[in-house]
């Protein structure tokens, strides 16, 4: 394995570690300081996507999907407030969300390597930041799903409350699913320039 996608493992590695801690912060009603850098994988997978290949990409994927189970184990032996900091239903979301959405990146990524050079970045990390929120929240969050665990704790997240503050009314998970996702496009446009120069550093080192 060459060294610059272990790198990529590493680096993946990194990222999944700091948003399961830096996910207990809140900033402000709607988000934590995870939904910043979570997003940050993605960038790391089309990176190696596009210098090394699908093959690679996968492999970075699957480390991270490991590291993030690995972190999930540990947050459910730690209790806070007589329950697991990470419930069944959060990890199950995380995984599950994280191993499909990533995977999806890889493949939208790979069939649109041939085009302009932000396009396979762009629409893959959408996609991807779209089903990963949909997944995790849905899974994780919705009442529909309560089945799941039915004694996990995830009542408040269905709570109806007026939206961003405004008039419409819809659970709290909704508004924490819009604002995460609002984040990960961000980072998606913003993670554009490092895609650019990073690549093209690595390109022509191998």
């Known amino acids: 394995m060459k060294s610059n996608v272990i790198m990529g493992i590493a680096a993946m590695a990194a990222i999944v570690v700091a948003s399961n801690i830096l996910v207990q912060f809140l900033v402000g009603d709607w988000l934590t300081w995870g939904a910043f850098v979570y997003p940050f994988a993605f960038l790391v997978t089309d990176i190696m996507n ?3 290949g699908a093959a690679a990409a996968r492999r970075v994927v699957v480390a991270g999907f490991v590291v993030g189970v690995a972190c999930s184990f540990v947050g459910s032996m730690i209790e806070v407030g007589g329950s697991p900091l990470v419930t069944f239903r959060i990890a199950l979301g995380s995984g599950s969300a994280f191993l499909v959405a990533q995977l999806l ?3 939208i ?3 649109m390597r ?3 050079w932000w396009r396979a970045p762009l629409v893959s ?5 779209a089903v990963d929120t949909f997944l995790f929240f849905g899974i994780a969050f919705s009442s529909q799903l309560s089945f799941l665990e039915p004694d996990g704790g995830a009542e408040w997240a269905s709570e109806i409350v007026p939206l961003f503050g405004t008039g419409i009314l819809a659970p709290v998970w909704v508004g ?4 995460d996702f609002g984040v990960k496009c961000c980072v ?4 554009l320039a490092p895609f650019r120069v990073v690549s093209a550093r690595l390109i022509r080192a191998n």
């Open 109 to 111: 990524f790979d069939r």
């Open 188 to 191: 998606a446009l913003v993670a």
């Open 176 to 179: 924490l699913a819009i604002a």
């Open 114 to 116: 041939e085009q302009a």
């Open 50 to 52: 596009r210098v090394f």
């Open 105 to 107: 990146d890889v493949s």
């Open 125 to 129: 990390s959408f996609a991807g930041s």
